[in-house]
């Protein structure tokens, strides 16, 4: 999985930035749906800085990682601005991109734009570190590489990848997880050792949630909000039995398959996060009482002071196409309860 998206020549995401969402892309993200989504996003920013910073003291830094072509960025700058919010003239938003042809891209296409006093695409987590902040990431941890485990006679097996070099093909086997895997001790203290599995049962395990929490937790030396937006499920729902075949799944040109090894570095490949995993390795690292939300009450929440402000009123062309994009983003049959927002202050 890491290769297939990350290998820097053939990976999935190595390539130009942005063409992979969207109506002409392979699925589309809450930032595709419109600008309305950065809209409500810089209200939710906006209410944080001020508890963070309630005398106003420190300009406000914005850090986000997996941003792809930075509209979101874009979107949420835009409506600071438009919204005459006073954190907008000393606000510096800080892109997290360790891969330069990208940082290389998103600089050109901000320069002389009225983005470039304000965005700056940084190389790490680390160059991004600020005395106070927001973190934000928005479908990030979805794509982080994850092991596939099966239950058979009465235990886990690794789900491997290999070459076939007779047929010239990539197939998986089943290998016995080796002694001293500390990451797979993770997994089965988040499982459950006692819990028993219908024979052929596939589940994932993401091992890179605890060491990027950890690093993501020290973004901010005296006091930061992290706002993590992915889709996903607490453990227990996580490892449901009815759940028998995992969450890993494959998109291209918005057609949905669980094949992994069709087509690897054309094809997006995802697996569902983990909360409770996430919760835990959180308040390990120092971020505890994380708050969980479905989408539909965080933007619900934020965008109190926009709808309130339409109340009344016959809604014009601009205000009735938000309003749209609203409904698609919280609906709990579209965006609103199939994503799930995580809450940390410090």
Known sequence: MELALYHPQHGYYSSAIGKNIGRSGDFFT??????????????????????????GDNPLIIVEQGAHDGQLARDIIDALRLRNSPLYESMQYRIVEP???????????????????????????????????????NELLDAFPVRRFVWNNGKWKDVCVSFDSEEGQLIESEEDVANGDGDFDRFLNLVGEDRDFPEGYVTEFCPGVKYWVEECSRLFENGGCWIVIDYGFEAEEYFSELRKTGTLKCYRDHRTHDDALDLPGETDISAHVNFTDL????????????????QSRFLTRAAESWLRSMEGQIPDAESAARLRQFQTLTHPAMMGRSFQVVEFEK
């Open 30 to 55: 809450s930032v595709s749906v419109g600008d309305t989504f950065g809209l409500l996003l810089s209200h939710a920013i906006e209410k944080k800085w001020q508890r963070i910073c309630p005398d």
């Open 99 to 137: 891969r330069e042809s990208i940082r290389r891209e998103l600089r050109e296409n901000i320069d002389g734009t009225l983005y470039s006093p304000r965005l700056y695409p940084v190389e790490s987590l680390e160059k991004a570190r600020a005395e106070r902040g927001v973190f934000l990431c």
């Open 279 to 294: 919760l835990r390795e959180a308040e390990k690292a120092g971020l505890p009482g994380g708050a969980l939300s479905d």
